[in-house]
């Protein structure tokens, strides 16, 4: 069975820009979660789309967006890149929303702003 | 709110020898437990999760880990450590209805030879 699959392994932009991250969930599962993991800031819930729908977002200002296609794959947008947003951008998915649901994750997207 | 502290931000041991690594949690609803673990360039790999049940939770490469609902702890073990057991170890708790798991600060296991 795979995993969940990212895509870009890495990025690079510059300030101003705006990054697409893409993911792609285990078959079968229908939620799917953003999170960032910053130097010095560890993991933070960025996002969470089930059956096509935001259904929660964490304390991020409204340049970081997404959404989930009808085969339940994902995309994250950031607008408007500032220097702070380099991180890993890790993606995870699960069955469903119950949240005892185990999340499993991608080996994520390097975000690098110059 | 929910949060998790990972007791130790760094944890050297030796090869063969047994490891404990700490988490606490503060919950005041029913809480789902989960340890990941982090190696290098790669994204989170699930060790193990406490749902219900036995508070004795086995998962995978030999953890385990022991939920204490009067203390509040989920800590992680290995009897005898490997080299290649060297990452970083994240506690989680799963918040109710958000869809959110809440991090600990990680935990660095060093196996040294």
């Known amino acids: 069975e795979a995993g969940v699959t990212q895509s870009p392994t890495h990025l690079i932009k510059t300030r101003g820009q705006q990054a697409t991250l893409r993911c792609s969930p285990i078959s079968g599962h229908t939620s799917v979660y953003w999170y960032q993991q910053a130097l010095g800031l560890g993991l933070q819930f960025l996002l969470w789309y089930d059956e096509g729908e935001e259904r929660n977002r964490g304390n991020f200002p409204p340049r970081f967006s997404g959404r989930q296609f009808p085969n339940y794959s994902s995309e994250l947008n950031v607008n408007a890149l500032e220097l702070e947003d380099s991180a890993l951008y890790l993606c995870?998915?699960?069955?469903?929303?119950?949240?005892?649901?185990?999340?499993?994750f991608g080996d994520g997207t390097r975000l690098s702003i110059l | 709110a929910q949060s998790v502290t990972q007791l130790d931000s760094q944890v050297p041991v030796f090869e063969e020898a047994p490891v404990e690594l700490r988490c606490n949690y503060s919950s005041s609803v029913s809480v789902y437990l989960f340890w990941y673990v982090q190696y290098p360039n790669q994204g989170l790999q699930l060790l193990l999760k406490?749902?219900?049940?036995?508070?004795l939770v086995k998962g995978i490469n030999g953890f385990e880990a022991e939920f204490n609902k009067s203390q509040t702890s989920f800590h992680l073990r290995k009897p005898s450590v490997h080299i290649s057991d060297t990452a970083e170890y994240f506690c989680a708790v799963s918040e109710s209805n958000t869809g959110k798991l809440i991090f600990g600060q990680g935990t660095t296991l060093q196996v040294k030879p």
């Open positions: 406490y749902l219900s049940g036995s508070t």
């Open positions: 995870a998915s699960s069955y469903h929303r119950g949240s005892n649901q185990p999340q499993h």
